[in-house]
C-alpha cells in the first residue's frame, strides 16, 4: 500500500492504464502543460507526447462529439470537461450520442469513453458551483460514479477505461487533496457496489463524495453521545447497490440520506423512495434527507457555508430521526 492523494491516484490510474494499453489517450483544455485546472494530469504529457494527452480548444460539446466518435472506432478515450457545469454544453453528445450509440446499434457498436468532470464549489458563484449527478444518473446507457477516497477513485477509474459502456466519472474539486491508502498493484473496482465505510448500529447514513468525510466526522461526535453510525458510501450512482443498503437499514432501522445536491428531485430522493418501495417494514421512522439548500449558489463565503449540508445538519438529521 502507498499513502497519496485523490489526485495522485486518479493521476495513477490514468498513467497505469495508458502503459496497458495503447488505444488509451486523454484530451481536453490545458491537460499537457497545465495539467488542467486541477492539476490531475500534470506531467503525463512528458511521458506520453502531445499526441496522446491532447490539448482541446474551450469547445465541450466538440471535445465529448470527438471522444464518443473515437471510442466508436476502437479507441479508449478518456475527455476531461474542466467542471460539471460546462458539461451542459456536451449534454447532447453525452445523452443523445454516447448514452444511445449501445442501443441504437444493437450491441453492435459500443462507446467506451469515459467523461472526467470536477463537481464543488468554494466562491466558485452560481454558475460554477452547481451539482448535476443526478441529471446524468436520470439517463439510462449512463454509468455514473463519484469516489471519495484514493482507493475508490483510482479502482473506479481503471474499470472505466476498461469498461464497453460510457462513464461519466464525477471528481469533487474539495477532496482531490484527502489522502488515503492505494494498493501499488493493479486492481479494479466493480460499477453498482456500495462500501461500508463505517459499522453501526443505531442509524444508517447512506452518502457519497464529499458528504462521506462530512458524514464520518459527525459520525464521531453521535459516537460521543451514544449513536452509532453506519456510514454507506454509494461510490456508483448509476447502477446503485441498493441491496447494501437495505441490508444496513434492516439492521439499524432508521436512515438519514447526506447529499451535496439539491434536494428536489435528487440522488437522495431516488434511494429514498427504493428504501421506502422495498425496505418498509425494516423502517422505525421515514428517511430524512439532508441537502444543500434550494438556491443558487451565493458568492458571498458566509452564505456559501449556510448553503451547504455541514457536520451539524448531518448530526441534527440523525436524531430528528433515532
Known amino acids: 500500500m502507498a499513502e497519496m492523494t485523490l489526485r495522485e491516484a486518479i493521476r495513477q490510474a490514468l498513467r497505469e492504464e495508458m502503459q496497458r494499453d495503447e488505444r488509451v489517450f486523454l484530451m481536453g483544455e490545458d491537460i499537457g502543460a497545465y495539467g488542467g ?8 504529457v512528458d511521458e506520453f507526447g502531445p499526441l496522446r494527452v491532447r490539448d482541446t480548444p474551450i ?7 470527438v471522444a464518443v466518435g473515437a471510442a466508436m472506432g ?38 467506451p469513453v469515459v467523461i472526467r468532470t470536477a463537481s464543488g464549489w468554494g466562491q466558485l458563484a452560481a454558475t460554477h458551483s452547481q451539482s448535476f449527478e443526478s441529471w446524468f444518473a436520470h439517463v439510462p446507457g449512463l454509468i455514473v460514479v463519484m469516489p471519495a477516497t484514493p482507493y475508490d477513485a483510482k479502482g473506479l477509474l481503471k474499470a472505466a477505461i476498461r469498461d464497453d459502456n460510457p462513464v461519466v466519472f464525477i471528481e469533487h474539486s474539495l477532496v482531490y487533496g484527502i489522502r488515503g491508502e492505494v494498493p501499488e498493484g493493479d486492481y479494479v473496482l466493480p460499477f453498482g457496489k456500495a462500501d461500508v465505510k ?39 450512482l448509476r447502477p446503485l447497490d441498493i441491496e447494501t443498503v437495505l441490508k444496513s437499514v ?22 429514498a423512495a427504493r428504501i421506502v418501495e422495498s425496505g418498509f ?10 441537502a444543500m439548500q434550494e438556491v443558487p449558489m451565493p458568492y458571498a463565503r458566509n452564505l456559501e457555508r ?15 430521526v433515532v
Open 37 to 44: 485546472a486541477y492539476a490531475v494530469t500534470k506531467g503525463l
Open 59 to 65: 469547445s465541450e460539446g466538440t471535445i465529448v462529439g
Open 74 to 111: 476502437g479507441m479508449r478515450p478518456v475527455a476531461e470537461l474542466m467542471t460539471i457545469n460546462f458539461a451542459l454544453l456536451a449534454m447532447d453528445a453525452i445523452v443523445n450520442s454516447a448514452a444511445k450509440v449501445h442501443y441504437m446499434f444493437g450491441g453492435q457498436i459500443t462507446d
Open 198 to 236: 463505517r459499522e453501526g448500529s443505531d442509524v444508517t447514513i447512506v452518502t457519497y463524495a464529499r458528504m462521506l468525510h462530512i458524514s464520518l466526522r459527525a459520525a464521531v461526535t453521535l459516537a460521543s453521545q451514544g449513536i452509532e453510525a453506519e456510514i454507506i458510501d454509494l461510490r456508483s
Open 250 to 271: 434492516r439492521k439499524t432501522n432508521h436512515v438519514v440520506i447526506a447529499e451535496e445536491d439539491w434536494k428536489t428531485y435528487g440522488v437522495g430522493a431516488e434511494v
Open 281 to 290: 417494514d425494516s423502517l422505525d421512522a421515514p428517511p430524512v434527507r439532508v
Open 306 to 320: 449556510a448553503a451547504i449540508p455541514d457536520e451539524t445538519s448531518v448530526i441534527n438529521a440523525v436524531k430528528s
